[in-house]
């Protein structure tokens, strides 16, 4: 089959590569590295071969996106606690201080853990893809997701007893 | 069940925000329809879009727009079928298609304006690559048929050195890339009647009366 159109691409797996991004680069450089990812995808495009597997393809570009600026950032030190929060149109902010504990469990689970569970519950990826797109077996996959799981799951428990027993937040 | 309570998977679907705070269709729609407005323009300054497109409604019909760097490429009735046009644009020109309105711009005003009545020549830069040969020279004969009026197919057969060739001509016509532009609306059959059109009879006859009455 011929090499579709860009656009049907973009169409097809946009929102789910966005939402990988989201979980591997975090929420604030989700947007860039989700840019960053779709021109290094068109700039490829005319030489995929055709019949690839093109949202395998896409989520590998944006793996090595996030690594490329993780490093970045690592080089170049920003001294967050003195930035104030950026927040885009009121979305984010103060109400989303549950969501943002999640985030940062997420964030914080060992890299293999965070990829699976990324893959497996954003990108919603069969295990043995996941496998292929971290070069570890589908049953280690299915593994890291099922450990990342479970530690984000212990995480929250504890969080929320700890929530009960301080009484309701304003 | 090893878990108690919910299944992980809802635990990590409800709760991350990307999946809380967009309730529609897709998660995240909203901001990755925005990411991809973006994606088009940082696509077009990077030099990446070879081939931009866009729709227009009009009164015959929604036109489907598509440019290279180089100019129009290709307007499509939709009776050509959009989607199957932008396939075989991606196969012939390049796979590095996308929507993008803005190198559409002056297409689309100078369309509107003509559809107005406000315009008889269009202004803009042509990309002819989807047309070779014979066809390629009927068409730049077409060019020549002022607005508001008409020529036979076998004139324009003669006009293009091959007087016996009027059925090429009308193959040509058939097969312009370029409708209302490059204006094979305007020619008719040598007894007057209408004869085919790529966007179907009725906006054939559409374009002739618009023209007629301006």
């Given at each position: 089959m011929p090499l579709q159109p860009f656009e049907r691409v973009v169409e097809k797996h946009g929102a789910i590569v966005w939402r990988v991004c989201r979980a591997i680069a975090g929420p604030n450089d989700a947007d860039d590295v989700w840019s960053e990812t779709f021109l290094a995808a068109l700039r490829a495009y005319p030489t995929l071969r055709p019949g690839s597997d093109v949202r395998a393809w896409l989520i590998t570009i944006a793996q090595r996106k996030a690594i490329d600026r993780y490093r970045a950032a690592l080089r170049t030190p920003v001294p967050v606690a003195v930035l104030p929060e950026v927040t885009e149109s009121g979305q984010a902010?103060?109400?989303d201080g549950h969501d943002d504990e999640l985030w940062e469990a997420v964030r914080r689970l060992p890299p293999k853990q965070r990829s699976a569970v990324a893959y497996r519950y954003?990108?919603?990826?069969?295990y043995r893809e996941i496998g292929e797109l971290m070069g570890i077996s589908e049953a280690a996959a299915r593994r890291n997701a099922a450990d990342g799981v479970a530690a984000l799951r212990a995480t929250y428990q504890a969080a929320d007893e700890a929530s009960c027993q301080q009484g309701s937040s304003p | 069940m090893t878990y108690p309570g919910p299944d992980p998977g809802t635990l990590i679907r409800g709760r991350l925000p990307s999946h809380r705070v967009e309730s529609a269709d897709e998660p995240g729609s909203d901001r990755v329809r925005e990411l991809r407005r973006r994606l088009a323009r940082q696509a077009d300054r990077a030099g990446l879009l070879d081939v931009a497109y866009r729709t227009l409604d009009t009164p015959v019909g929604k036109l489907l727009l598509a440019a290279t760097t180089r100019g129009l490429v290709r307007i499509a009735y939709p009776v050509e079928d959009h989607d199957r046009v932008l396939q075989t644009i991606a196969e012939r020109?390049?796979?590095?298609?996308m929507r993008a309105p803005a190198r559409l711009d002056p297409v689309a005003w100078e369309l509107d304006e003509y559809f107005a009545g406000r315009r008889q020549v269009f202004d803009l830069p042509l990309d002819m690559q989807l047309v070779h040969g014979f066809r390629r020279t009927v068409l730049a004969h077409l060019?020549?048929?002022?607005?508001?009026t008409t020529a036979s197919y076998a004139a324009i057969a003669v006009a293009s050195g091959h007087p016996r060739a009027a059925r090429a001509v009308g193959t040509a016509c058939a097969r312009n890339p370029l409708p209302v532009v490059v204006p094979c609306h305007r020619v008719v059959k040598s007894n007057g009647s209408l004869g085919q059109y790529v966007g179907g009879v009725d906006a054939k006859q559409r374009l002739l009366s618009l023209e007629a009455a301006a």
């Open positions: 902010g103060a109400a954003l990108a919603d990826l069969p | 020109v390049s796979p590095r298609v060019i020549g048929i002022r607005y508001g």
